[in-house]
């Protein structure tokens, strides 16, 4: 008995770091898809994006294949519903950083309400075009943000149901090095 996509039931983004479920059997992955499309899977995730953002919220915008560019998505009339809350953890010179956390499941979510938004994730190759580098950074800081190797996207927390004992369950993936150090440099250069 075959799992359909390898047991997984749930997709994170090519270079976003943090927790993906995986199931085991075909009535767990049959469980667990369901969970996920009737919104029972609770998923945080933490982001720095660009600029300063004045306060948390919801994005509530439908998400679709982006018009003339094939390979992007992007907020489209006739996309599917796509909602992300979110909330400050601290701002810093030209850069926040965020709590998000998933309502739905789309196609590069996180990326596409962020940039749609004006504020789009630090070091997206994809939707966030020419790095913006905060004015009066140190220039430690400014190599760090040119050199941040992929979008600053982090799967943190994870809660659902067991398939097979009903139990609840929540998992939690500290930040990588990468994440840490970037936010390290954030930190020193608010001192300065």
Do not use: W
């Amino acid at each position: 008995q075959t799992v359909p996509r390898a047991g997984l039931v749930h997709r994170i983004d090519k270079d976003t770091s943090g927790l993906l479920v995986v199931a085991k059997t075909l009535a767990a992955h049959t469980f667990l898809v369901a969970e996920l499309s009737e919104k029972n899977v609770y998923r945080e995730y933490e982001a720095i994006v660009q600029g300063s953002l004045v306060s948390g919220g919801t994005m509530d915008a439908p998400i679709g294949r982006h018009p003339s560019e094939r390979v992007k998505m992007a907020v489209v009339s006739s996309g599917k519903p796509a909602v992300t809350h979110f909330r400050i953890i601290k701002r810093y010179r030209g850069l926040t950083h965020v709590r998000v956390e998933l309502e739905t499941g789309r196609t590069h979510q996180i990326r596409v309400h962020f940039a749609h938004k004006g504020h789009p994730l630090l070091g997206d190759p994809v939707y966030a075009g020419r790095p913006r580098l905060p004015k009066g950074a140190s220039p430690e800081l400014i190599h760090a943000l040119q050199h941040f190797p992929r979008q600053a996207l982090h799967a943190r927390r994870l809660t659902l149901t067991h398939p097979v004992t009903m139990q609840q369950l929540s998992f939690e993936s500290p930040l990588p090095a990468d994440f840490v150090q970037l936010l390290a440099e954030l930190e020193l250069d608010m001192r300065q």
